[in-house]
């Protein structure tokens, strides 16, 4: 017997919910992935989002320099290989906005106007795989590019307040937003420079991350949890005493947008994200449901990637979502999804049955009802009542019957399965066109 092969660890298959489950398992269904994407479609295009599909793999070199060649993605957590046709080194995407700006620049995107974008598909880094955080994950992400007004900042925060509620989620008790200002290049500068002298007097106190990050990107120490140094860390400089008025200006204007429409948020201080190129605001939606995996959701300004990336200069925000972790949120918090259940659920006895079934389903798939047909197996087709209780179990509103006597004068029988009591009617099977309303309508 051949050896089972095994997925990639890390990597997952997401069944429906109509496969059991090991009592182990912890990723979400398929159905409630489902559920998430249409939410998340119809709240994108009501703010006027449209999708942007980027290659899954890029240069490496993009987020080298876009992401930054001493964080810990590029250092240490990304898939990156050699192309055997021609040498170049590539890599699969750890994060989106670095190939979204890549796409913007390379084909002039930007010429007529600014965008309101969207993405979503698989990221890969690899690190230890745990709950919530695995090799290939998958996030939704949202761009406004060529906007240069806190009134984006604020817009794109309140987006992710009308995705998260319209998904069951309550702020305050499912999640809470915190937000922050990294201010200017200037600003950072001077901050980082008392960061590093502050951090210096109190080397003794730094663990081997931070000690490491002391000598390529001190502001990481402030997102540190180790315990041992969080009063040390408390009390280090905050970035908000070397913000001029201009950036804080802008602060207040967001923070304004956000008080007018009853948003309740924390300023963190703190709060840092893990990437070099962000500026201004920076936000994060947090859980306390999910254990060590709290951000649930996380972005802001990032004005000068495009440039630097070889663009124009153009201003930019955005922020990602990591579908995986909300939607085991959303389990966790007992959100459960529109039930997905066929309109119909087509009863079939004998070859004779099948094909009439199959010609009758087909005009009323076409009519815009979903239709189920027990199909046979290796032991040929169960009896009419085995069928019925696969119907029952199917969630279908109607059974429709292809059998006996109804079937050899050419009606079909059709048979109410939810609501009560219903005695089963005929129906013509030569005119579906003549009750598919009832159908659609009962």
Known sequence: MAEILRAVK???????????RKASETLPTSNLWQWFEQTARSVLQRYGYQNLMTPI?????????GIGEVTDIVEKEMYSFEDSMNGDRLTLRPEFTAGIVRAIIEHNALYNGPLRLWSTGPLFRHERPQKGRYRQFHQLDVEALGFTGPDVDA?????TRTLLRELGLKEGEHVRLEINSLGQLAERAAHRAALVTYFEANADLLDEDSQRRLKTNPLRILDSKNPSMQAMVDAAPRLMDFLGAETLAHFDAVRAVLDAVGLEYRINTRLVRGLDYYNLTVFEWITDQLGSQG???????????????????????????????????????????????????AVVGG??????????????????????????????????????????????RFALVFAGEELARGMVGLKPLRGGESAQVERPLNDVASWVAELRNA
């Open 57 to 65: 793999v890029e240069p490496t070199a993009l987020f080298v320099r």
């Open 155 to 159: 817009e794109q925060i309140l987006l």
């Open 10 to 20: 890390g990597m997952n298959d997401i069944f429906p919910a109509s496969v059991p």
């Open 295 to 345: 951000t649930v959701c996380g972005g802001g300004r990032y004005d000068g990637l495009i440039e630097q990336l070889g663009g124009k200069p153009a201003p930019a925000v955005g922020w990602g979502l990591g579908i995986e972790r909300l939607l085991l949120l959303l389990e966790a918090v007992g959100v459960v999804p529109p039930e997905q259940a066929p309109d119909v659920y």
């Open 351 to 396: 070859d004779e049955g099948r094909v009439s079934a199959m010609v009758a389903a087909e005009a009323l798939r076409a009519a815009g009802l979903s239709v189920l047909q027990h199909a046979q197996g290796p032991e040929g087709l169960p009896s009419l009542k085995a069928q019925f209780k696969k119907a029952n179990a199917s969630g279908a």
